[in-house]
């Protein structure tokens, strides 16, 4: 496939692998700037059938306990099952994308959660995929809200129905069935978006660049409004729950994670989404009343966050 | 199907009802009297469709961190996806069982599993599975030989093939594809020991109520001589690593943790297998020579762990 696809794709898959790479650098950068201690440290790894990525992961810095900002872009052919389970036109592909997750120290700041992708599969289709969302251990309302109303702006100047259109997406795919809870405030989730078909490339492209932007923007002022707020044991405990949440839905939900793993992709890379530590206790329910109560009520689809003026975080 | 059934099957599978009943209560009693402090607290919990489950739970014990001994008989309608999954004969079921899984508060006292369980298809089809598995976070040989040598006996008394079948068949489920490693030192998996076919029910049965008795006897044992021995942060620190393979086990590759999710069985009693408390950290690998180098050596298929004399753990 890296020889005989339609050579008009050609030249624009280096552009959004370049891209890619270039926002991984400005990613990591940014968080580490806003940081301020540790940095992301680098492992550089080869695809079995073609491409490769490069793994950076944060560990025991300042303000994010650990966290990666993953760069791929692979390429070969998938065996029937996985092709199958993809709906791949055609089982040769491409891919390149972006991946993060962020799991900050205090219990006061969001863990934090963003993707984008590029795929190309044999027969020339191709699309984009991606999102973010933010899983606070206590729900700021305000900050949900300006998290959202930033994402829908970055929306609403690519398509008018993008936001609410992903952001029912986001509800629906960071559900934890088992637990009937979302995973967090939500953000936007977006797959398949095709090339022709929703939008010419550069149009969807640049969406795409702008959704990897507003993350880095959006976190970084959450990292730091947050990490100097106090906190005490009842919220570390608490933590440790809505962590083990977390691990449930990579674990057991995510497609994303389940792909990579089925696929023999690089274990320590797809799970870098982990937490750094978390507990599972039997059947513990908040105390109604309580301020983890009331983010428990919070994790719910089809909350509206945006209101009819724009929030200020001050 | 409760009432359709041949109805020369109704009082057989009351019988292994009765019998998963008093096995819960048995071994719980059992698990407790080893621990020596805290008891496995019930709940009581119905299903959707039929029947219900007690679950018993035990937290901060003297050697048990959290374990749980659940036993449940539930019955009604699979959903088709469900059944073809399955690959039930008929959407009609009715099982039993019961589950176990310990997590110990020591690093020197390892993690255990054991499930029983007995099905019936609507169409009078029925069958027994089961299986024990023995998590050490350090291997001792010695232990990990004669634990086997215990089921090795119980398996012979029934079928000269059964131990070596089902320790290979536990060898292959136990296995954690993504990082290349089974999930201890293994012990015996079996599945649907159909009645008629792999022997009269009767038999079945009998084999199935030894691999019980021999889950309790053999880790009250293994408890009681690990309980003591001293251990410090480096042992607590790998067992929090091993605790979170267990956690991407049950979670990721677990076919009865999936299956319960998704049928929407009771969360907090599937999910009680899950470790208290765990910790993931990016890209970790022991240093050659040490304890926990040799542990990961042991982590691999095919092991033969049968000698040639028996092992004494004096």
């Known amino acids: 496939m890296t020889t005989d696809t339609d050579t008009t794709l050609v030249p624009f898959r280096q552009t959004v692998e370049q891209w890619m790479r270039h926002f991984q650098k400005w990613l990591y950068t940014t968080l580490e700037t806003t940081d301020g201690s540790a940095t992301f440290q680098p492992d550089y790894w080869q695809h079995h059938s073609g491409g490769g990525g490069e793994t950076r992961v944060i560990q025991n810095g300042n303000i994010l306990e650990k966290g990666g900002v993953n760069f791929s872009a692979v390429w070969g052919r998938m065996d029937e099952r996985a092709a199958k389970q993809l709906l791949m036109p055609d089982p040769n592909y491409f891919a390149t994308g972006v991946s993060v997750v962020q799991h900050p120290r205090s219990p006061r700041v969001p863990i934090s959660h963003m993707n984008v992708r590029y795929f190309e599969a044999g027969n020339g289709e191709a699309w984009f995929g991606g999102g973010l969302d933010l899983t606070p251990i206590y729900v700021d309302v305000k900050q949900a ?60 492209f640049a969406f795409v660049q702008d959704v990897g932007e507003v993350y880095g923007r959006t976190y970084s002022e959450l990292m730091r409004r947050n990490a100097e707020l106090p906190y005490g044991d009842d919220e570390v405990k608490w933590q440790m729950i809505r962590r083990s949440r977390y691990a449930e839905f990579n674990l057991a939900i995510d497609r994303g994670t389940k792909f990579g793993l089925e696929t023999s992709g690089r274990t320590e890379s797809i799970l870098m989404s982990l937490p750094p530590r978390c507990e599972w206790h039997y059947n513990m329910q908040p105390a109604p009343g309580t301020p983890e109560a009331e983010t428990q009520q919070w994790l719910k689809k089809g909350v509206n966050w945006l209101d009819n003026s724009p929030t200020s975080l001050d």
């Open 145 to 204: 809200r300006w998290f959202h109303e930033q994402i829908a702006e970055v929306c609403q100047r690519h398509n008018p129905t993008y936001y609410q259109r992903f952001k029912d997406w986001a509800d629906e795919y960071f559900f934890l069935t088992h637990r009937q809870e979302t995973r967090g405030v939500g953000g936007i989730f977006f797959d398949r978006l095709t090339v022709g078909k929703d939008g010419d490339r550069d149009e969807l």
